[in-house]
């Protein structure tokens, strides 16, 4: 089975405007994601997909592989569909999204996620993690999940789910498990192809998560558990976390 690892670059953000080439600890975001998905043993190859010529002319000054795409897509998913179109579908058999502001993304987080791919009757997969925090329950950046006995999702959303009645939220974490979603997917090619050709759906609107659109369509996402966390730059204050110690070292 090859797996194609792709590393959406986006040069525009509000929040954040040109954070893929924001320097941490002498080398850029782009850069760390790119070193760290390399060490993956499950990965075929790796390569960075970008809208701008400063993206690229970077990675291609460290030895990174590159590829220019539209500046028009809404998300990562549409702008992995591009890249492999560039690369050849018939190449490939899986494309995993690694997520271009996580700079110390975990290789074994990777390989984690590939081996639920053996079954090749699996549409798209990602990663959840158990949550021990109460905090993160009741943080809206933090996704939650909850899932079937196959360990397929039924509801992605920002609220803590399930709901434990009768008890108060600040005790839920003494009676039933919670996972948050770790946010790094996996797409059988055939299915990647479908699932950027579908419009916005209602409940994806509502909650603003992409992967609800694909549940909204029938498409099944199977879940693996790791027990690595992720950390997401969404703004420089980010980079300032007591978190980023962990990660460094």
């Known amino acids: 089975m090859q797996i194609l690892g792709i590393i959406p670059a986006r040069y525009a953000s509000t929040r954040f405007p040109a954070k893929a080439l924001h320097m941490i600890e002498g080398k850029s975001m782009v850069q760390r994601v790119y070193e760290q998905a390399t060490q ?76 639920v791919l053996a079954n090749r009757s699996v549409e798209i997969a990602t990663l959840m993690k158990k949550i021990h925090d109460p905090e ?24 803590a789910i399930p709901a ?5 939220p600040e005790a839920w974490l003494q009676h039933a498990d919670f996972y948050k979603h770790i946010g790094m997917y996996a797409y059988r090619k055939d299915i990647l192809e479908k699932i950027t050709a579908l419009s916005p759906s209602r409940l994806e609107q509502l909650e603003c998560l992409e992967q609800l659109r694909w549940l909204e369509n029938g498409f099944k996402i199977k879940l693996a558990i790791t027990e690595l966390d992720s950390f997401c730059i969404d703004v420089p204050e980010d980079l300032t976390h007591i978190a980023l110690k962990k990660f460094l070292n």
Do not use: W
């Open 136 to 159: 993160d329950l009741s943080d809206l950046n933090k996704v939650k999940i909850t899932f079937n006995t196959q360990y397929e999702a039924l509801y992605f959303s920002r609220q």
């Open 164 to 168: 434990v009645r009768q008890v108060v």
């Open 40 to 115: 993956a043993s499950s990965l075929k190859e790796v390569v960075i997909a970008t809208d701008h010529l400063a993206i690229y002319n970077h990675v291609k000054d460290f030895g990174g592989q590159v590829l220019m795409t539209s500046e028009q897509h809404p998300s990562g998913t549409d702008r992995c569909m591009e890249a492999l179109q560039k690369i050849g579908k018939d190449t490939y058999d899986y494309v995993i999204n690694i997520q271009g502001d996580e700079p110390f993304i975990q290789p074994a987080q990777i390989d984690t996620l590939a081996q």
